[in-house]
């Protein structure tokens, strides 16, 4: 048994890391709360206008239809959208399994991958392969849509410019505070949905197919990935305070027994100090 000193030392060591603990704990709580309202306000826009893509898509010929026009895929884009911070349990850890198990199956099919990270963690991940080109985990330093939309309209460019014939987006989508889904979903091309009982054929373009091909689209993609990024950091906020949760509670679970091996041997060095006083004083009297 560790002596009543360095019992003392694992005891104020472990209370410090409570505190910290703690601390990041309701921090998380704080910023999940923002996030959490931020994406439960973007994602019925964002869905529905994702439909309203999707079915004007349907309607367009040609180089009207450069974003949902399927290719033989020779080449796809993996964006890994992770955290700058850890401490966050399994939250980045999955989604560069994933990530990673859906490139090598790509590659083994004769399909070459590239990865853009965003966030600092997919970046430090991939960057041993060789593989990632760009790295933009600035977004996160004051997520806006203005910033997200200058790598959105990159990616929509490096596809009509059929560097990569498909993106896919991975990242963890929030659902709440305790549960985060793993999501893999196609960013581009777009694909066509029918709606039961609608012909694309009954739909007028006003304006044109092209003026709302130069705005609606390219807008409605942008709103996809942004949507993304505030899953990811609701996501985010949700893993790291229940893993703060837990580590409070695992510091508590170890500092009670800790306490409970220094009044032991607290009470044995006592006990000691007794005997040894008892045996004196016999010894004085013999």
């Known amino acids: ?92 850890a999955n989604v560069l399994k994933m990530a990673r198990r859906q490139a090598e199956e790509y590659r083994q099919r004769g399909v070459e991958v590239d990865i853009l990270a965003i966030g600092r963690k997919g970046a430090d991940f991939f960057k041993k392969s060789g593989t990632v080109v760009g790295n933009h985990s600035e977004l996160f330093d004051g997520l806006g849509f203005d910033k997200v939309a200058e790598v959105a309209a990159e990616i929509m460019q490096w596809y009509v410019e059929e560097r990569y014939d498909k993106v896919m987006l991975c990242y963890n989508r929030f659902k709440n505070a305790g549960v985060q889904e793993l999501t893999n979903e196609e960013f581009l091309p777009v694909k066509v949905e029918s709606i039961p009982g609608v012909q694309n054929n009954e739909y007028l373009f006003e304006p044109s197919r092209t003026e709302i091909l130069e705005d609606l689209i390219p807008t409605a993609l942008k709103t996809q990935l942004f949507k993304s990024l505030l899953d990811s950091v609701a996501a985010e906020h949700g893993a790291r305070m229940t893993a703060m949760h837990k580590a409070t509670d695992n510091a508590n679970e170890l500092q009670k027994g800790l306490k409970l091996d220094y009044n032991k041997a607290r009470q044995a060095a006592i006990t000691n100090e007794i005997l040894e006083i008892v045996g004196g004083a016999e010894a004085l009297n013999g």
């Not at 009543?4 to 890391?17: D, G, Y």
């Not at 704990?25 to 999707?54: F, H, T």
């Open 1 to 92: 048994m560790a002596n009543l000193k360095e019992l003392r030392v694992r005891i104020a060591s472990v209370q410090s890391t409570m505190q910290i603990t703690s601390a990041m704990k309701m921090v998380s709580a704080a910023k999940l709360k923002r996030a959490q309202d931020a994406i439960q306000q973007m994602r019925p826009y964002a869905e529905k206008l994702r439909e309203i893509l999707s079915n004007i898509s349907a309607s367009l010929e040609g180089t009207e239809g450069r974003y949902s026009t399927e290719r033989p895929v020779r080449r796809v884009l993996l964006v890994a959208i992770t955290s700058n911070r850890g401490l966050c349990g399994a939250f980045n």
